[in-house]
């Protein structure tokens, strides 16, 4: 497919007389013509981080729409905006599939400029290219629904079913080594594969009351190497933490690589200095804890963990932490020690538990770690 994308930027890169570069509609690098001159001025900064970073800034997209690309069914002309960091006049060829925008070609604008019937014939390769992307987008929202019923099948025929049905889908990378990495929670809708390094596919999963996760299917090249996972989780948090699941071979295992996936993302957002991309392996005792969660926080712990008293909550947490050494506590809190010692009574107070009984402050570390689950 990128091959098909190539040669009809190159085509009409041909009939133009100027290289093309060809975009999605949300601005992200598909293919590009090649540069082949010795005007430096043929290369201004817009195209370049294009080529090099494979997406536009906010600043130079704001400036292309506000010219209608998004709605134009022809040739749109765009002059230069030194401020957005346009420094040459462009042509965009808008890329439409029955109407809906898909894309666009981009190319540098320069006087006397290509003629009318050149334009249209160009215009002509863009329908066909949009025809291309709009085949690749039905065949992401297949491989997304696959992928997520794979996940979330359970276990049991289902699951052998929803696995095989992704087998077929995915072709031979199917059987080579993998990882999932969660996104939560996610905002939005769901990206496309192509916008993602490495992906073999992407889909968006409910998770009850927390809104929806992001579950994405990176392709690895050996297990000690996770950078294509961590550099998909980079491209995709934003400002929401990620997990990356253990690495696996072939599919047979999804389901738990999903729930090991998920567990380090709100591992993440539980204990920030575990994110922001958080690796099952690396997340220690929320491992055993996310075995054990339940959405119902222990009785009697439920009065610590109100809102009220997070102060006292927190203060528990860290001595705790701090295997009950009062020293450490109050400077990791930044407090007196007396005032750690009226905090603690307090704690005692609440939930009834004597923090220097074992079994009860085991109780209290686990109920105050899973609450953050």
Not at 339 to 345: E, F, H, K, N, Q
């Amino acid at each position: 497919m990128k091959g098909d994308y190539q040669e009809l930027v190159d085509e009409i890169s041909a009939l133009l007389g100027a290289p093309a570069t060809l975009e999605n509609r949300d601005f992200g690098l598909i293919a590009f013509g090649a540069h082949d001159s010795d005007d430096d001025t043929a290369m201004d900064p817009v195209r370049t981080r294009s080529i090099l970073t494979r997406k536009s800034t906010p600043a130079v997209r704001a400036w292309f729409e506000g010219f209608g690309i998004t709605r134009a069914t022809g040739p749109v002309r765009i002059p230069a905006a030194p401020d957005a960091g346009v420094f040459r006049d462009r042509i965009c060829l808008p890329v439409r599939h029955r109407g809906v925008v898909l894309g666009y070609v981009w190319l540098l604008d320069a006087e006397p400029g290509p003629t009318p019937g050149r334009l249209t014939a160009a215009m002509e390769v863009a329908t066909r290219i949009g025809d291309l992307l709009a085949d690749e987008e039905r065949a992401d929202a297949d491989l997304s629904r696959e992928f997520a019923a794979a996940l979330t099948a359970g276990r049991g025929w289902q699951s052998d079913m929803a696995v095989a049905a992704l087998r077929v889908a995915l072709g031979p990378s199917a059987d080579g080594l993998h990882t999932v990495v969660c996104v939560t929670p996610w905002q939005g809708e769901s990206p496309s594969i192509r916008s993602v390094p490495a992906a073999a596919a992407v889909a968006v999963l409910p998770e009850g009351e927390s809104g929806e996760s992001l579950a994405v299917l990176v392709r690895l090249r050996t297990p000690e190497d996770l950078s294509p996972a961590r550099t998909a989780a980079d491209r995709l948090r934003a400002a929401a933490p990620a997990g990356i699941a253990t690495p696996r071979r072939g599919l047979a295992d999804l389901p738990a690589a999903w729930r090991e996936a998920n567990t380090a993302a709100r591992a993440a957002t539980a204990q920030p200095t575990l994110g922001p991309v958080a690796e099952w392996a690396g997340i220690g005792p929320y491992r055993l804890l996310a075995a054990l969660y339940h959405p119902e926080v222990d009785p009697v712990v439920a009065p610590l963990v109100a809102p009220a008293h997070a102060e006292l909550a927190r203060t528990a947490e860290v001595f705790l932490d701090n295997a009950g050494q009062a020293g450490r506590t109050a400077a990791a809190l930044g407090i007196h020690r007396q005032t750690l010692y009226y905090r603690l009574s307090r704690v005692e107070q609440l939930t009834g538990l004597d923090l220097d009984d074992g079994e009860d402050r085991l109780l209290l570390h686990m109920s105050l770690k899973s609450a953050r689950l």
